[in-house]
């Protein structure tokens, strides 16, 4: 890379409108991640275990000082059906949305979106009783 092309990946604000073809290892699993077979030029997290860097404030902008392990801790899904990962900085507590990228795991992605239902706030063996007091069919006889 040449002085000026390495300029330009440091002005505010470059990889909000240029992919970011860089290739890095996983700060978490080790593993070498490469933009290609993403299905996007903007790679921001691993397809292994779905880790990032706290990087950005706003994505691209790379002005984030925190350097902290984004941890995936929930996917939702986007207007037209997309899927997003949401991460969370283990130093700081920043939350951001990635999206879901062509190779990610998809094994991680369905055991983070699977956590809710296998980890309720409330003990399973009190289903029968808290629908009942909500009204509903299955009252205790």
């Known amino acids: 890379m040449n002085r000026e092309n390495k300029r330009k990946t440091f002005e505010k604000g470059y990889y ?4 970011c073809n860089d290739t890095f290892t996983c700060k978490v699993c080790g593993r070498l991640c490469t933009p290609e077979n993403a299905g ?4 921001n997290h691993c397809p292994n275990c779905l880790s990032s860097l706290h990087v950005d404030i706003e994505p691209g902008d790379r002005a984030s000082d925190c350097g902290g392990i984004m941890e995936p801790i929930s996917v939702w899904v986007r207007k037209g059906g997309e899927w997003a990962v949401i991460h969370r900085c283990k ?3 920043a939350l951001s949305s990635n999206r879901v990228m062509a190779d990610d795991n998809p094994m991680k992605l ?3 979106a699977m956590k809710p239902l296998c980890e309720p706030p409330f003990p399973l063996e009190r ?3 808290m629908t009942a007091l909500m009204g509903g069919s299955g009252a205790l006889k």
């Open 16 to 19: 909000k409108t240029h992919a």
């Open 40 to 43: 996007s030029g903007h790679r």
């Open 91 to 93: 130093r700081c507590g």
């Open 110 to 112: 369905m055991s983070i």
């Open 127 to 129: 289903i029968e009783e």
